[in-house]
Structure formats: C-alpha cells, structure tokens
C-alpha cells in the first residue's frame, strides 16, 4: 500500500507501511542487510520522496520516523530501543549499508539524528546490532570514567586522584598462565625471546618476563589468532616487532590484536566497578582474599595472617606464586587483579609532578608519558613477595623493560 501526497513545493512525500504477511518490498529489502537483524521500520530518501516499510520487531510503525528540515533530515527513534544501528545506502537493493556517523541526541524521550541531505536518493534503516562476541578466556571492561589514583593512604606517586574516560576493551579473566606461554612461544615463528619464561606448574602464572619478550608474545598470540599484531618498530606501522630489546614501539591502537593494558586500563579494571576502594573488594585484605605477604603489624587494613601465603609456600620452593584463578572474582570477573604477580603495562612510568601524557593529569584514555623516569615501565597489582600496600587497586610499582624476575606477570587485553 503506498499513498501519495502532493506539496506545493517540488519535493514529494510518499508514505507507504508494509506490515508483516502484506507487501514483500520491505522484506525483502531488509534482508539484503545481511550484518544485521532488521527492527521494524526502513525508511529511504529516493528521487525526493521519502519511503518507510515495515518487518517484524516493534508493534508500533513509530518505531522510526523522519522530518525535512531545510537541506537536513532528522531522523527519530525510541530512546528505550537499544542495540540498534541506524544505517544509510544510496541504491537499492543495496549491496552494503553503512553507518550513520552523526552525533545521537536524545529529545524528549528520542534518539535523534540529523543528517544532510547530499545525494540524489538516499536510503535509512534501523537494524538490530548482533551482541558482541567475546574472545574465549576474557571479559568485556565497559566504558566510562572512574576516578584514578589514592584517595585513602596519600600514596605519594599516586595522588591526587583524578577523573579519568577509558573506552570499552576486552581483558584477560586470568594472568597469561606457564601452559599458555609456552604454547604461543613454540608457535612464534621468526621471533626472539630472551628469556624462557618460569612458572611452578602448567596452570600457574608465567613468570620471570621481560617487558619486550611480553609485547612480543602479544604480538605472536596476535598472529595465531588471525588478528592484526598491535606492535611495530617503525612509525609507518610495517614492520611488526619480533625479536629485539626496543624502546621505540610503536603501537597501532586500532588494531584488533593482544597487547598490554594501559595504566589507565588496569587501574579501571582492577576495582571492578568500585570506587574509592583499596582492594578490588572493599579496603580490607586478608590472605583468603588474595597472595600476598601478611603484615598485620605494618598495615591496619591487613587481615594477615602475617607472613606468605600457605597456597603458595605448598609450592615447596620459591616464588610461591598460586594458581590462576584461585582466589574470587572482582566485579567485572578478573582474577588476581591484588597480589600473585605484578602486571606490565604498556606505560612508561613516572613519578609526580606528572609529565604530558600521565593519567593522573586525567582526560580519555591516556597512554603514558613518551619516556619514563630511570627507563622504567609500569607495573601494577602485587606479588605474592609484596605486603598489602603493594596490592592496593592505586599502587605503582615499576621495573626497567630488560628486569624479568619471579614476582612479575602479566595479562592481555584487546581494544574495541
């Protein structure tokens, strides 16, 4: 059913909806969106008349609803309708549909769009975004701000806390285990590594790593899973980096490989969606909660008992790492994020007052300073030869790049 309604001025609207079991056009069309689940409602902008057609979804044929405005046409939709895309093609049927990069407002209870005008015929849909799909062995960190640093014990390289925009990106539930190291080394053809890499048993955390030999091994873990390696030794982004002790990194931040967290990343990570905590739980630790050295003398938020862990002293022999996984969950589902090992990250560390590029000057999704106090790069968490200050979610630790010892791990992450 179309119905044509004539204006005084040369464009015309032509308003047709096809509800599920009449007209097959709309149907048809949809499907032609072969990434996407449809909604209910495409519309398109064709030789100056406007078309809506319907497909299952809502029950209401407002689902998705367009105004000439100028040169402009403001397109609407529900606010409560999530997991949607809204889409745009010149033809049809359409090969591909692209995104709608304009800015989403909310107006009175609608998304909104606005969008020029800019080619003869121009198409619309809303279609259903398919849930992401999340790589095996990791959580979904989602986006927003947190406020980063010490806010309880004047940690002095760590104040004062800031307000800081981290984007959403997947990270490793466990520290990256002996077994796992193991395997993407024997697989990494090409690359170099300096060291072996330790750990007590198969299902314990690798351990006595370098900075290089970890960025490397994302890189290497990167390959082996079809994705795009991260890591580069040229600002051009060609050469990738496998073997090596190089300083000058270069990071292509939109790929979609493994790599290190940022400082920033590990920090929002770490408390789980809490905030103004000292332990990724609450401001209270005890050795049931995490592998740390006990120190009840030292510290009035240590439960203790005092001294190492009895999950890792059954080890027999030093480093008494445990297990991966072996203690609770923090709210986002990370293990170990207090105590076992310290965790690169990708930072250069630097103490206060902080230079250009720190997270503690705050701002979206910071990446470190361009170089590093002594050479250092970043560690966080704590080991299991640290006391309980070393696994407070704000404590810094750093390391030279070239340093690996049996208190240092690390997990991956991949950007969104």
Known sequence: MLITLLRTFSIRFVTGFLFPGSLGLGRNLIRNSHKFSPLLLMLGLAAGSFFLSGQTGLASTNALSIVLSDNQVVLSWPATVTNYVLQTATNLPATAWNPVSNTVAVVNGYATVTNSISQPQQFYQLSQVSPPVIPAGMVLIPAGSFTMGDTLDGIPDAVPATNVTVSAFYMDVNLVSSNQWRSVVAGATNYVFDNAGLGQATNQPVQTVSWYDVVKWCNARSQQAGLTPVYYTDAGLTQIYTNGDIDAVYPNWGANGYRLPTEAEWEKAARGGLSGQRFPWGNIINESLANYLGSTSSYSYDSG???????????????????????????????????????????????SPFPAGSAYLGGTDPRGPASGYFGYRVLRSGPWNGTAGSSRCAARSFSTPNSPNGSIGFRCVIGL
Request: glycine residues 14%; hydrophobic residues 30%.
């Open 305 to 351: 008992p005092t001294g190492y862990n009895s999950i890792g002293i059954s080890n027999g022999s030093q480093p008494y790492t445990s297990p991966v996984g072996s203690f609770a969950a923090n709210g986002y589902g990370l293990y170990d994020m207090a105590g076992n090992l310290y965790e690169w990250c990708w930072d250069w560390y630097d103490p």
